[in-house]
């Protein structure tokens, strides 16, 4: 594992990011004593929201063509 000090890891932090993402963790040291070990997190899965109220609500046939005339009649159109 790889050990930098403070400065070296403030002028190449997004290098240091990038490796310890591909799994190469490393520590920050100040004055070479061992401060913090920076590792890759294991995000959560986003939760998917597509179909979250499956089986809870029913949709129409013609749910499309609701209000058909009511809206045409506003604009003037003869259905």
């Not at 063509?65 to 003037?76: H, Q, T």
């Given at each position: 594992m790889v050990t930098v000090n403070i400065h070296e890891a403030k002028t190449q932090l997004s290098k240091l990011v990038d490796q310890a993402v591909k799994g190469e963790a490393f520590i920050i040291a100040k004055a070479g004593k061992p401060l913090v070990k920076v590792a890759a997190l294991d995000a959560p899965p986003v939760p998917k929201r597509l179909g979250f109220l499956a089986g809870e609500i029913a949709v129409p046939k013609d749910f499309d063509?609701?209000?058909?005339?009511?809206?045409?009649?506003?604009?003037?159109i003869v259905a």
């Open positions: 063509r609701m209000g058909e005339a009511e809206i045409a009649a506003l604009f003037g």
